[in-house]
T-cell receptor, first 113, second 117 residues
Framework: GNSVTQMEGPVTLSEEAFLTINCTYTATGYPSLFWYVQYPGEGLQLLLKATKADDKGSNKGFEATYRKETTSFHLEKGSVQVSDSAVYFCALSDPGGSYIPTFGRGTSLIVHP | DAGVIQSPRHEVTEMGQEVTLRCKPISGHNSLFWYRQTMMRGLELLIYFNNNVPIDDSGMPEDRFSAKMPNASFSTLKIQPSEPRDSAVYFC???????????????FGNGTRLTVT
């Protein structure tokens, strides 16, 4: 079946530091890949997405590249801000899985001033 | 677009009571999902509807849980009787296509925080 594995958190960084949150996946087909972000007290919201190998999704300074050869979709940002403190979820949608999304466990990011 | 609307935002109830959570999806979306989020288990899919029909309810914990979608603009998740271990944040999400396709990622509501004492 499908699965998504994220690095365990929390990830604690100082403001302006470089961020990487690792995500790897297994899927039966050729999935679409997503990163969602959850701010305190809110639901998840889409951050970025990619649909095929080598696609790069980007939004709000965050980037992730769909790497089929390593089955990875790592999230990166060059300079984090305190306002980026949130929980980040990697997810996939696989046509072979009736498109029901599969989510990772989430990685908490804490950014200190 | 008002987004996905859930009510109530918070619910505190005693063990054994019936609890009903409500969701209004985004107009025009034809897929609806109920999730439960806890620290221990993370985000769990409870049930998925497509065009108001339950497609996958394998995540519903037990017979105490039931979900309905009588029309395209409303869904309920009911727990009867409630137990302390049901305490969690329950999210409703909708999407415009077949599940989470490229052109229609999930749109989540802000959740209902349920506390069962």
């Amino acid at each position: 079946g499908n699965s998504v594995t994220q690095m365990e958190g929390p990830v604690t960084l100082s403001e302006e530091a470089f961020l990487t949150i690792n995500c790897t996946y297994t899927a039966t087909g050729y999935p679409s890949l997503f990163w969602y972000v959850q701010y305190p007290g809110e639901g998840l919201q889409l951050l970025l997405k990619a649909t095929k190998a080598d696609d790069k999704g980007s939004n709000k300074g965050f980037e992730a590249t769909y790497r089929k050869e390593t089955t990875s979709f790592h999230l990166e940002k060059g300079s984090v801000q305190v306002s980026d403190s949130a929980v980040y979820f990697c997810a996939l949608s696989d046509p072979g899985g009736s498109y029901i999304p599969t989510f990772g466990r989430g990685t908490s990011l804490i950014v200190h001033p | 677009d008002a987004g996905v609307i859930q009510s109530p935002r918070h619910e505190v109830t005693e063990m054994g009571q019936e609890v009903t959570l409500r969701c209004k999806p985004i107009s025009g979306h034809n897929s609806l999902f109920w999730y439960r989020q806890t620290m221990m288990r993370g985000l769990e899919l409870l049930i998925y509807f497509n065009n108001n029909v339950p497609i996958d309810d394998s995540g519903m914990p037990e017979d105490r849980f039931s979900a309905k979608m009588p029309n395209a603009s409303f869904s309920t998740l009911k727990i009867q009787p409630s137990e302390p271990r049901d305490s969690a944040v329950y999210f409703c999400a909708s999407s415009g296509g077949q599940g989470g396709t490229m052109t229609s990622p999930l749109h989540f509501g802000n959740g209902t925080r349920l506390t069962v004492t």
